[in-house]
Every structure is written in structure tokens, then in C-alpha cells.
């Protein structure tokens, strides 16, 4: 099985994703969370999982959703990047323009 990177800008989004939920409630911060961990671990399960976007020009991304939250990733034989966890409806062009 692929081990799993999580790149830095990914743990400030889950980061991110965990204040913005938590004023509301502590207990969903924590289980959107976790949800969305167990997606990542799923990709070390099975690597390509998901789908690849049009507004994302570089064809070596995957995006599997979790909630309303798209984890984005790429793979090789050896490891699972992990690159982002974003909101699926913000500007994937913009957030993956290099």
C-alpha cells in the first residue's frame, strides 16, 4: 500500500476547514474532520480514485470528494500527495494555475 504525504498547505486547509466549522459545533469540527481523513486513507486503498477536473490543466491531479470538500491529490508508485482539501466551489483554476 502507497503511504500517505500530506503536503504543509494541506494541513493549514484541514486546519482551516476545522476554525471554520468549530464556532458552530465542536463535535461536527471534529467528525468533518475525520471524515475527511478516512477519505484519505481510502485513497492509499485504492490510488485514482475520483476524477480529474476541467479547470484544473494539469492531468497528474485527482480529486475525491468528501462532504462539499474536494481533497486533491496526485500518486506514484510509492506515495499518496495529498496537496489540498478546499471547498468545492472555490476557483480551482486559480488554485491550481502553476
Known amino acids: 500500500m502507497r503511504r500517505i504525504l500530506i503536503q504543509p498547505q494541506a494541513r ?24 475527511l ?14 476524477h480529474r477536473r476541467v479547470d484544473v490543466r494539469s492531468p497528474r491531479y485527482r480529486f475525491w470528494s468528501v462532504y462539499s470538500y474536494m481533497i486533491a491529490y496526485y500518486f506514484d508508485e510509492e506515495t499518496i500527495s495529498i496537496v489540498r482539501v478546499v471547498h468545492g466551489s472555490r476557483n480551482f483554476r486559480r488554485l491550481f494555475r502553476r
Do not use: F, Q, R
Not at 493549514?12 to 471524515?35: C, Q, R
Not at 481523513?37 to 475520483?50: H, S, V
Open 12 to 35: 493549514v486547509d484541514l486546519l482551516e476547514i476545522w476554525h471554520y466549522v468549530a464556532p458552530n459545533s465542536i463535535t461536527t469540527a471534529n467528525k468533518v474532520i475525520e471524515k
Open 37 to 50: 481523513k478516512e477519505g484519505i486513507d481510502g485513497l492509499a486503498e485504492m490510488p485514482g480514485k475520483g
